[in-house]
T-cell receptor, first 115, second 115 residues
Framework: DARVTQTPRHKVTEMGQEVTMRCQPI?????VFWYRQTMMQGLELLAY????????DSGMPKDRFSAEMPDATLATLKIQPSEPRDSAVYFC?????????????FGQGTRLTVV | AQSVTQPDIHITVSEGASLELRCNYS??????LFWYVQSPGQGLQLLLK??????LVQGIKGFEAEFKRSQSSFNLRKPSVHWSDAAEYFC?????????????FGSGTRLQVQP
């Protein structure tokens, strides 16, 4: 049963610390998305990659956030330094974009709490 | 820019009653449209999608949705709701003419099912 795997599921950290969230996309998928979910803002797109290249990261605060795909089986989202306002659930999704197919499969998310 | 409006933040229905969740989108061309469901503490699961063709699409768990271009709507329906349908439902739109395959989500509708 193919699925998107995110680690860790939960993370509590102190303000100022570095946080790294990891995502293993579904094997064979060529597109990876990072979304952030909060009560106030709902689901916001932070970044997405096609064939490991960043296509759009305009939704990401550049001064503290960075997203990478070191290889096709791993995507990372890093926050340095973290702040309390970064507390949210971060979702990774992957999809196989071929022609008109743009379906995204979501992981279970990383719940981040910055105290 | 693409956008999605889900006018109902919270809906309560009785088990066995019919359901309709509203979704309106804004986009200049024909969009990709999706409905996702999120159970507490879980990621998003795709219920159904519309790309082209028949405007009435069938999804999983007995859900269906109808694309109405004239009304810019993509409402989700189910003829008889089960207690297990209690969750949050998200409508999403993705552009198909710019190559940008990311999804923009609505703010969600929380469904409560009364026994």
């Amino acid at each position: 049963d193919a699925r998107v795997t995110q680690t860790p599921r939960h993370k509590v950290t102190e303000m100022g610390q570095e946080v790294t969230m990891r995502c293993q996309p579904i094997l064979g998928h060529n597109t990876v998305f990072w979304y952030r979910q909060t009560m106030m803002q709902g689901l916001e797109l932070l970044a997405y990659f096609r064939n490991r290249a960043p296509l759009d990261d305009s939704g990401m605060p550049k001064d503290r956030f960075s997203a990478e795909m070191p290889d096709a089986t791993l995507a990372t989202l890093k926050i340095q330094p973290s702040e309390p306002r970064d507390s949210a659930v971060y979702f990774c999704a992957s999809g196989l974009v071929l022609g008109k197919n743009t379906e995204a499969f979501f992981g279970q998310g990383t719940r981040l709490t910055v105290v | 820019a693409q956008s999605v409006t889900q006018p109902d933040i919270h809906i309560t229905v009785s088990e066995g009653a019919s359901l309709e969740l509203r979704c309106n989108y804004s986009y200049g061309a024909t969009p990709y449209l999706f409905w996702y469901v999120q159970s507490p503490g879980q990621g998003l699961q795709l219920l159904l999608k519309y790309f082209s063709g028949d405007t009435l699409v069938q999804g999983i768990k007995g859900f269906e949705a109808e694309f109405k271009r004239s009304q810019s709507s993509f409402n989700l329906r189910k003829p008889s709701v089960h207690w297990s349908d209690a969750a949050e439902y998200f409508c999403a739109v993705g552009a198909m003419d710019t190559g940008r395959r990311a999804l923009t989500f609505g703010s969600g509708t929380r469904l409560q099912v009364q026994p």
